[in-house]
């Protein structure tokens, strides 16, 4: 094929509605290898209704290996899959074709590229108001919601958005309306500051998938999570009926798990998590709840410490540790993991294990801001309480406390460094840093008087001024 007629049909690709054209780049997508296995766990655990839309990331994730035949393979499934749906329409293979025609385009099968162009073009002939090559369907918006779901954090607003726009035209769409429940649930639950049931969207969406599928065990205890703390009947009575539904579904039981471990139950919460890993071993989101029910049992045996013999705990703290290990090494980018490996190390005085996650996690140069705040107090509170290092913790709080989100790490931060000045000023009235502290949170909390009055003390005492601390801390935290 000549270079303009290539051209010309790079240009038609460029016109589909697919994976291909929604502008995911493989740099931004963490894990792909884990992403894979958990949607091949998908495949075999969940409603084949969803078999279609996991076929077509998987097809799409093989083609960024580099593995374009496995693509080929993914997508067949996924045709096969359509066409068995009752009832099936033609236009349901729209993003399928799209995605056949670029795998094709790659693999230099550029007579097939045509064929599936033609398909497009067929479909879309029929559809009014569609142009040559795409449709504004609600399946199509759909599929683009699901994927951006599934290839991680960073895409949940846009998978939200995409939900929002399918459901426009279809409203009652019971996978659109799982999609959507599970995207609001991810996105409140980013939240560090814990939404309101009667205000929580999540809740609302839950309650109607149930309402169109009574019998959806993830809606199921997704809403009973939501609803723990403040409707404990209700909530118990959703994880039981979810059981009793998915006694044997990994990506339901996990749940569950985490609801009897919030409730303290731990022993039952082991017991479903340890089955569930059976069926999911490479999950590693279940490797880090059972780390949490360990970590959660060390920090009972903290409390009666002199009556739990010291093997004992030793073995508990090595479960916890390989546990929270075994959940990075599955998911790298499991950031909540990591800093419980860290906190673990740093309880076995595996001090320069934990400082290495700590320092490398900070360094990561695509860390959102939500999380650099999480890491930098948790940070601090190593370096408070296990290295005994109150200047390289007062500077890491601070780097918390100035970023302006409302979250609990901020809390934690503001908390800690007034606890740290009040205790400096009860041993000497006259401590400069302990006033500067002060300055700096009522600074942060735009209190800009009273920030003064104790800049001011704090240079009365010093000659070791505010700006000096500044780049101290600059220093330290090496930014």
Not at 17 to 38: A, R, Y
Not at 178 to 198: D, P, Q, W
Not at 269 to 293: N, T
Request: net charge positive.
């Amino acid at each position: 094929m000549s270079t303009p007629q290539r051209t010309d049909l790079e240009a038609s690709l460029q016109e589909l509605e697919c994976h291909f054209t929604w502008d995911f780049k493989k740099d931004e997508i963490k894990d792909l290898d884990n992403i894979s296995e958990k949607l091949l766990d998908r495949v075999k655990f969940c409603h084949n209704r969803y078999h279609s839309t996991y076929f077509n990331i998987l097809a799409f994730l093989s083609h960024l290996e580099g593995q374009n035949e496995t693509a080929l393979e993914f997508l067949s499934k996924a045709e096969c899959v359509l066409r068995n749906e009752k009832p099936f329409l033609e236009k349901h293979l729209l993003v399928t074709y799209g995605n056949y025609a670029w795998v094709y385009y790659h693999i230099g099968k550029l007579s097939e590229v045509n064929t599936y162009l033609g398909k497009v073009e067929d479909i879309c002939r029929s559809i009014p108001r569609s142009s040559r090559y795409s449709a504004n369907l609600p399946i199509v918006y759909g599929e683009k919601a699901w994927t951006l779901l599934k290839l991680g954090a960073r895409y949940y607003p846009s998978s939200k958005e995409s939900f929002q726009k399918a459901l426009h035209g279809d409203p009652d769409n019971l996978s659109l309306n799982s999609g959507y429940a599970v995207v609001l649930y991810r996105l409140e639950g980013f939240r560090r500051r814990k939404v309101k049931t009667e205000s929580s969207e999540a809740v609302k969406q839950l309650r109607k998938v149930l309402r169109l599928e009574p019998n959806n065990s993830e809606a199921m205890v997704f809403l009973a999570l939501k609803l723990q703390w403040n409707r404990k009947e209700e909530s118990r009575n959703l994880v039981e009926n979810a059981l009793r539904v998915s006694p044997d579904v990994p990506q339901v039981t996990r749940y569950v798990a985490k609801y009897f471990r919030a409730e303290g139950d731990i022993d039952k919460s082991l017991e479903i998590l340890k089955k569930a890993v059976e069926l999911a071993p490479r999950s590693s989101f279940l490797h880090h709840q059972i780390g949490l029910c360990y970590k959660q049992e060390l920090a009972k045996m903290k409390i009666n410490e002199q009556q739990v013999p010291l093997d004992e705990k030793m073995a508990k703290m090595a479960e916890c540790i390989h546990y929270f290990k075994k959940s990075v090494e599955i998911k790298p980018s499991n950031l909540h993991a990591k800093v419980n490996l860290a906190e673990a190390y740093g309880e076995n005085r595996q001090m320069e294990e934990a400082e290495k996650i700590f320092t490398d996690v900070l360094e990561d140069p695509f860390l959102g801001i939500s999380d650099r705040q999480y890491v930098l107090a948790n940070y601090a509170l190593f370096l408070l309480f296990k290295k005994k290092n109150e200047p390289s913790a007062i500077c890491h709080f601070k780097a918390a406390y100035e970023i302006q989100l409302r979250t609990s790490s901020r809390v934690q931060a503001g908390k800690n460094l007034n606890k740290i000045a009040n205790q400096r000023l009860k041993t000497n009235t006259e401590d400069s840093e302990a006033y500067e502290i002060i300055s700096f949170v009522y600074m942060q909390d735009g209190l800009k008087k009273k920030a003064m009055e104790y800049s001011l003390k704090a240079k009365q005492f010093s000659s070791f001024n505010a700006e000096d601390l500044s780049a101290l801390c600059d220093e330290k935290l090496n930014i």
